[in-house]
């Protein structure tokens, strides 16, 4: 195993604006505060790896180099004796399976009644990011089908599927059947750079299958997602709102095309709305709701934040099934402490650092993502504030290439179905830390949030919406700036 530790000196908050120009500035950048989303030339000599020594530090002094399969499963460097005393418990919580209740380990029994995992490492394979199932491969390895109906929960999120809930589970405990299947077919589609160069995406199609208790609504709309990544949701959620809020742009003021804008969510701990940072429409609004939230969805353990299983009317054998061990004290499957644990665990997973980031066509590759306004979305930095959390988490100058606003992307990524304020073709803005490691931990190259994309040159070519000015300047470079480009961003 190779990783090391590094620390640089952390640096004040900025308001968005002064941010921005201070990011320029590091680039080797003329940028006005006024125009902070305008092109950027960068034809010029630029000298900013100088400039900007800490660039490898794509979590400020919590980064840790691996480049490695355990790359994205370290802690925080600096936490305190009981912080890695919480990691370690929340961790085995995270990766051990749960059980069918009643069962002798009475801390993780209740699996189900419905679930599409045993475990949280079922999904996200050492820390990383999940995968649609290969060609002949049976049923969803590590993704989930969204579903709802048109209308609005209580809450003002999506309203669920009257007999299938808000996701199909293909897992059963014994004695209630699975709710069904989804099968994906691919259609391919060729394509062709101005200079000559033949590529081809492959676009998928959804469908419901070997449904146990009847069909769907004829409304229902499906939403595909992978299990993304884990390292860094700390440091995400930390990020001050007003810094996120501060950087959207919702009617374009500008005029650079691109008009991102918060998520505001049901936060079940406060009882009220929240900006949303977590899940591939920012439908989250911390990692300890997304975390319980994953434990009910994905598994079917209730919690505090999320009291009652997932049963519809319609399913009368899951209304029927045991329930974990509960007590009058202990009224959820997934206890308040272990809850904690998880969402601490999941919270101080380190960022990888970055490699290879002084190479020429790295470099180039880093100009060209700037000219091409790619940064307009994927901030390159951006701070911290103090987290409650872990201290260690506090004030960092960070590199998650994410506003975390959600982004228009036209119609040939969209799901059609809402999310809060997400409309059926907005989507959270993913950080692209650790994205070149993705091969190395999880042994594949698929992207996007259905996994369509079979490498980053795809992954950027279906970009569309807001980010067709940034798609479609990709593909007037020649091939060896294409090709930069993609260094840059495997070396993140």
Same mark, same amino acid.
């Given at each position: 195993m190779r990783f090391r530790l590094f620390a640089h000196h952390t640096r004040p908050v900025l308001p968005r604006p002064l941010l921005l120009a201070a990011s320029a500035a590091a680039f080797g950048l003329s940028l006005s505060v006024a125009s902070c989303h305008a092109d950027r030339d960068v034809t010029q000599p630029a000298d900013y790896l100088a400039a900007d020594p800490d660039e490898a530090l794509s979590g400020g002094t919590t980064t840790l180099f691996d480049d490695t399969r355990n790359a994205f499963n370290h802690g925080l460097?600096?936490?305190?004796? *009981?912080?890695?005393?919480?990691?370690? !418990?929340?961790?085995?919580?995270? @990766?051990? $399976?749960?059980?069918? /209740?009643?069962?002798?380990?009475?801390?993780?029994?209740?699996?189900?009644?419905?679930?599409?995992?045993?475990?949280?490492?079922?999904?996200?394979?050492?820390?990383?990011?999940?995968r649609p199932p290969?060609?002949?491969?049976?049923?969803?390895?590590?993704?989930?089908?969204?579903?709802?109906?048109?209308?609005?929960?209580?809450?003002?999120?999506?309203a669920p599927d009257p007999t299938y809930g808000?996701?199909?589970?293909?897992?059963?405990?014994?004695?209630?059947?699975?709710?069904?299947?989804?099968?994906?077919?691919?259609?391919?589609?060729?394509g062709t750079y101005p200079d000559g160069t033949r590529y081809?995406?492959?676009?998928?199609?959804?469908?419901?299958?070997?449904? *146990?208790?009847?069909?769907?609504?004829? !409304?229902?709309?499906?939403?595909? @997602?992978? $299990?993304?990544?884990? /390292?860094?949701?700390g440091l995400?959620?930390?990020?001050?709102?007003a810094t996120l809020v501060a950087g959207a742009d919702p009617y374009d003021l500008n005029g650079d095309g691109i008009s991102g804008r918060p998520n505001y969510v049901w936060d079940e701990g406060s009882a009220g709305r929240a900006i949303g940072r977590f899940g591939w429409k920012a439908n989250q609004p911390t990692v300890r709701q997304q975390v319980a939230g994953a434990f009910s969805g994905d598994m079917g353990i209730t919690s505090s934040?999320?009291?009652?299983?997932?049963?519809?009317?319609?399913?009368?054998?899951?209304?029927r099934a045991p329930t974990g061990n509960t007590s009058a004290q202990e009224p959820y499957e997934l206890q308040p402490i272990i809850l904690q644990k998880v969402a601490y665990y999941s919270a101080t997973l380190a960022v990888p650092g970055r490699r290879r980031w002084q190479?020429? /066509?790295?470099?180039?590759?880093?100009?060209?993502?700037?000219?091409?306004?790619?940064?307009?979305?994927?901030?390159?930095?951006?701070?911290?504030?103090?987290?409650?959390?872990?201290?260690?988490?506090?004030?960092?100058?960070?590199?998650?290439?994410?506003?975390?606003?959600?982004?228009?992307?036209?119609?040939?990524?969209?799901d059609n179905r809402p999310d809060f304020e997400a409309t059926g073709q907005e989507w959270r803005t993913p950080p692209l830390w650790g994205i070149g490691l993705f091969q190395v931990v999880n042994r594949h190259t698929l992207y996007?949030?259905?996994?369509?994309?079979?490498?980053?040159?795809?992954?950027?070519?279906?970009?569309?919406?807001?980010?067709q000015r940034a798609r479609d300047a990709f593909t007037q470079l020649p091939a060896a700036d294409r090709a930069a480009v993609i260094r840059f961003l495997n070396s993140l």
């Open positions: 460097p600096g936490m305190s004796d *009981a912080g890695r005393d919480q990691f370690a !418990t929340g961790n085995a919580f995270f @990766r051990d $399976a749960w059980v069918i /209740a009643p069962a002798s380990t009475t801390a993780r029994d209740g699996l189900g009644p419905f679930f599409n995992a045993t475990s949280c490492a079922s999904c996200h394979q050492l820390d990383g990011r999940g290969l060609p002949g491969e049976p049923g969803l390895t590590s993704m989930l089908v969204r579903l709802s109906v048109p209308g609005q929960n209580a809450h003002g999120g999506p808000d996701q199909l589970a293909n897992g059963g405990i014994p004695g209630v059947a699975a709710e069904g299947d989804v099968t994906i077919t691919y259609t391919e589609e060729a081809s995406l492959r676009r998928p199609a959804y469908a419901l299958t070997n449904l *146990a208790y009847g069909a769907a609504a004829g !409304t229902a709309m499906l939403s595909p @997602r992978v $299990a993304p990544q884990m /390292a860094g949701m995400l959620e930390a990020i001050p709102e934040l999320f009291p009652t299983e997932n049963c519809t009317s319609p399913q009368l054998d899951c209304q190479d020429a /066509a790295v470099v180039r590759g880093k100009q060209l993502f700037v000219r091409l306004n790619c940064s307009g979305c994927h901030w390159p930095k951006v701070q911290t504030g103090a987290s409650a959390l872990e201290p260690a988490l506090s004030y960092q100058t960070i590199r998650p290439y994410t506003d975390l606003l959600l982004h228009d992307m036209g119609p040939a990524l969209a996007l949030h259905d996994g369509r994309a079979r490498n980053l040159e795809e992954a950027v070519l279906w970009h569309g919406g807001e980010a």
